[in-house]
Structures are given as C-alpha cells and as structure tokens.
T-cell receptor
Framework: DAGVTQSPTHLIKTRGQQVTLRCSPKSGHDTVSWYQQALGQGPQFIFQYYEEEERQRGNFPDRFSGHQFPNYSSELNVNALLLGDSALYLCASSLAAGTRSYGYTFGSGTRLTVV | GQNIDQPTEMTATEGAIVQINCTYQTSGFNGLFWYQQHAGEAPTFLSYNVLDGLEEKGRFSSFLSRSKGYSYLLLKELQMKDSASYLC????????????FGTGTRLTVIP
C-alpha cells in the first residue's frame, strides 16, 4: 500500500520563477493538505483540497495556488518566487472525515531552494 | 486562530527520561497529535490524544488536559536515535479538519 508520494524531491529555482510541486495521496485518502516548513520551524498550513476544491486556506499570499485532480492527486504552484519561499514543502493526505489517530499521512517533502 | 507553544530546544542523556511540553489555544479543538521528525524527513506519527489523561505506547507516552490547553510527550529510556524534532499539532475542526503545528522541539540525546 503506497504512502504519500511527492515529486520532485529537490528543486532549485531562480527568484521570480514559477514552480509546481506534485503529490499523490495514500491509497484510499481523498483529502490533501499542503504545508511549508522553513528550516528550524514547524510546518505551516498553506491550504487543503477536497473534491477538487480548496476547502481551507492558511495565511499565504495568492502567489500560492493549488489544484486537485479527480484521482485525488494534487499540485502546489508558487508564482514569482522569493528567496523566503525556500523551504521543505510537505503534503499530507487524509480522509475527509478523518478524525482517526492514524488519519494523516505525510510525504517526504520537496526541498525547494530559491536563489 | 491557533496559538501553539513548545520549547525550542532540549538536551537529555541517553537512558534518561525527558518531558516535552506543549500549550495551545484554539477555537475548534478536536485532538492533539505528537509527531517525530528527523532532519529533512517527513513527520512520523507518535500519538493522538482526544480525551484527558495519559496514553502510553512503549517508551513514549502522551498526556492531555483540555481544560488547561496543555499536553506533554514523555520519552523514557532515551536512545541516541531519539534525537529529532518533536512536533505538537492541534487537530482543529474550524472550517475543515486540519492540523496546525507548533514550532517543534529539537531534542538532542547525549551519551
């Protein structure tokens, strides 16, 4: 049973460029949440997707956008990259009614470096 | 909104016991998670508390007091491999089921 898969693993981009990160949820999960984790900090919630729509959003600018596909996979897009966007981007999948203790599964993340 | 607070760093000796505290303020509390995260890796699930009290799972235990907005993670018989960051996360039902994390506590286990 595959867990959460994220791609790419590492990425280097230039300031001002655009980037797309991808996430395939755990089999059986229908909800995807994205987090940004700066070095030495806890993960910060970006947004959550369910039924191909953004269901909740954290305190991130509109440069951060996303999409969920019919197969529940998801993309995170960041436009006009800033140096401060350098971070580990984590994807977590769950069930929409996921209140169970093991309901959230995290991917290994994409390490984005903006230069 | 959510406000989650935990110490930034802790150091403990191999074989000892360490307690990592977490206090929180949130509007739609549903439960509290503890995750372990090694550098550059994904967080891995340790525990989930919904009701007040202590949950024990091997060397790790977690405690919750909903009325005080307080939790702790207790690690016994520390091993060198326990050196990692420990993340406290509130499971919040406001708007949607979601997790909101503290800054994490970086634990260093020394010989």
């Amino acid at each position: 049973d595959a867990g959460v898969t994220q791609s790419p693993t590492h990425l280097i981009k230039t300031r001002g460029q655009q980037v797309t990160l991808r996430c395939s949820p755990k089999s059986g999960h229908d909800t995807v949440s994205w987090y940004q984790q700066a070095l030495g900090q806890g993960p910060q919630f970006i947004f959550q997707y369910y039924e191909e729509e953004e269901r909740q959003r954290g305190n991130f600018p509109d440069r951060f956008s996303g999409h969920q596909f019919p197969n529940y996979s998801s993309e995170l897009n960041v436009n006009a990259l800033l140096l401060g966007d350098s971070a580990l981007y984590l994807c977590a999948s769950s069930l929409a009614a996921g209140t169970r203790s093991y309901g959230y599964t995290f991917g290994s993340g994409t390490r984005l470096t903006v230069v | 909104g959510q406000n989650i607070d935990q110490p930034t760093e802790m150091t403990a000796t191999e074989g000892a016991i360490v307690q990592i505290n977490c206090t929180y303020q949130t509007s739609g509390f549903n439960g509290l998670f503890w995750y372990q995260q090694h550098a550059g890796e994904a967080p891995t699930f340790l525990s989930y508390n919904v009701l007040d009290g202590l949950e024990e799972k091997g060397r790790f235990s977690s405690f919750l007091s909903r009325s005080k907005g307080y939790s702790y993670l207790l690690l016994k018989e520390l091993q060198m491999k326990d050196s990692a960051s420990y993340l406290c996360a509130v499971h919040d039902q406001t708007g949607a089921n979601n997790l909101f994390f503290g800054t994490g506590t970086r634990l260093t286990v020394i010989p």
